[in-house]
């Protein structure tokens, strides 16, 4: 026996008011038989299976039931309220806005204005008849397009009504089978199943159609027997409806859901120019592409500069829903459990989708390529041994003098024949010679201008490597005059292993020109044609 004084005391901080009002009832009905932890224990053992149809042990539950008998008509009244409730949140549909249609001929914006209500029906009238007038009128006026949605096949229907079953049984354990079939497919904007009944002499059969199709039948004695009878056979064929049924019709028809209108696949091919696309895959992905879609995907479009944009949809009742647009246009539309699962989907379709139309070029390895190895003595020495560069502008004046290359300086070639190169060492980059942007020399930095200028004209195919003779600040530099002239660096390794390659920014058509002219084969590219992959 426990002895409260204040009832409401025993009420928690978070809990709501049909839970609390459910708690009391059960603490009144028993507060003479229990001590109080026992007490507080068991009532909320019984809350958790009312609101919740929480299960526990036998005994527990047995007890349960034993003492809800003590307060039986309050416990009644509160259960129609509430699955009367529920009924009506489930029975509302939402309402969707439909965008007001104004013609481009009104003749101006106060027409349709209203500014009071009761100028309302004529500023109303005054709207319809100009509408209906330009309407007429003019054949270029705006006319909301008629899309008719494409049947999907009855599994899918039903594979998509699975989890919001799962939820209705939870809520509305105690109404017949029928009345859930019914909110199941009004609420979530399906065709209601249609009943319709053979009696013979001793026996009825209720059979279920949706949309002209028989889903599900039942037989028993009376009609409202075999009616429930076929409602439950209905629910248990939704329930049984395995996943890997659902993502296979989400593959075939691309979409999910009648309740979720989005853009058409029709006509991909016209925004998008497929046979320009070619497919990227780099070295860490090229061992088992499968299991990267999404970088495969990301490498691709970002390759043939194509915008691409992410749409994701929480708070689906079976998980999140990805949608990925290409240019504007539906690729894919999944939902899965996770975002991260819903979106690697998502890139396999596309991907595959890609896989039939394009080519593949799978970069095998970034640093096999042959090409020139610079190093820096060698980079220096050029310069030392050459007797003027060909881009410089003394070059340039003493040509314009009369100067020829080879002979030396001075009216009659008296002169000296060797330019006059600085003698000594730069120690800790301080003193004369150095440069002001970041020790950079002068001497360096015009020989490698002239070096990528020269490779840049002559439009050679082959790689330059820097080696790693070349410190962080001269890397750097070599970074940024690359840009400059267009080309294409990326460095590699770490520490003092770190070196850098450059090489020409191609196009994906001048890439797949560039494989195909080579028999399809490199060191560094292989080029494979397109195929369906999922014949495989």
């Known amino acids: 026996m426990s002895e409260i004084s204040d009832i409401e005391s025993l009420r928690s901080e978070h809990e709501s008011e049909i839970e609390w009002n459910l708690r009391r009832m059960f603490i009144e009905a028993h507060r003479e038989r229990f001590e109080l932890p026992r007490l507080l224990c068991l ?158 002499d001793d026996s009825c059969t209720c059979y279920l159609s949706y949309k002209e199709q028989r889903i599900s039948e039942g037989t028993s004695c009376t009609k409202i027997q075999a009616k429930q009878i076929a409602c439950e056979n209905l629910m248990n064929r939704i329930l049984e409806s395995s996943e890997s049924d659902y993502n296979n019709a989400i593959d075939e028809t691309g979409k999910s859901e009648a309740n979720i209108d989005y853009p058409s696949n029709s006509g991909i091919e016209q925004v998008l120019d497929i046979s320009r696309i070619v497919i990227i895959i780099n070295p860490t992905l090229c061992e088992d592409p499968e299991k990267y879609p999404k970088a495969i995907l990301h490498d691709t479009l970002t390759f043939n500069h194509i915008n691409y944009k992410w749409e994701y949809r929480e708070g689906e009742l079976r998980g999140v829903r990805t949608v990925l647009y290409v240019e504007g246009k539906l690729m894919a539309n999944c939902l899965r459990s996770s975002k991260a699962l819903a979106k690697t989907e998502a890139s396999r379709i596309c991907l595959n989708y890609f896989y039939r139309f394009c080519w593949t070029v799978v970069v095998k390895n970034n640093m096999c390529e042959e090409g020139r190895i610079v190093d820096r003595e060698t980079l220096l020495k050029e310069v030392n041994g050459q007797t003027t560069l060909k881009s410089s502008f003394g070059e340039r004046m003493l040509t314009n003098m009369g100067w020829n290359p080879g002979s030396g300086l001075g009216k009659n070639g008296q002169g000296i024949l060797d330019p006059v190169t600085a003698s000594g060492g730069v120690i800790n980059r301080q003193g004369l010679g150095l440069s002001n942007e970041r020790g950079i020399k002068l001497l360096f930095r015009e020989r490698l201008s002239y070096l990528l200028t020269l490779y840049v004209e002559e439009e050679r195919d082959d790689s330059l490597k820097f080696s790693t003779s070349f410190t962080k600040a001269e890397r750097a530099f070599i970074h940024t005059k690359a840009g400059h002239l267009g080309l294409k660096s990326t460095s590699y390794g770490r520490g003092k292993g770190r070196y850098l390659t450059i090489c020409h920014r191609r196009t994906p058509s001048q890439l797949l020109n560039y494989v195909r002219n080579l028999d399809g084969s490199t060191d560094k590219y292989e080029l494979l044609p397109p195929r369906d992959v999922n014949s495989k």
Do not use: W
């Open 43 to 200: 009532s909320s053992c019984f809350v958790n299976v009312e609101m919740y149809n929480c299960k526990y042990p036998d005994q527990v539950m047995h007890q349960l039931a034993v003492l809800t008998d003590d307060f039986k008509d309050e416990l009644g009244n509160h259960r129609k309220t509430v699955r009367e409730r529920i009924l009506k949140k489930f029975e509302e549909k939402p309402k969707k806005k439909k965008p007001r249609e104004v013609d481009n001929d009104s003749s101006s914006d106060n027409d349709i204005i209203v500014s009071s209500i009761g100028n309302a029906d004529k500023a109303n009238n005054n709207y319809t008849n100009n509408a209906s007038n330009s309407a007429s009128g003019n054949n270029s006026c705006r006319k909301k397009k008629s899309v008719r949605r494409k049947e999907r096949p009855i599994e899918l229907v039903l594979a998509n009504l699975r989890p919001y079953l799962q939820v209705l049984k939870a809520q509305l354990n105690s109404v017949k089978y029928p009345e859930i079939i019914r909110i199941l497919f009004s609420r979530y904007k399906e065709t209601v199943p249609t009943f319709d009944f053979e009696v013979e």
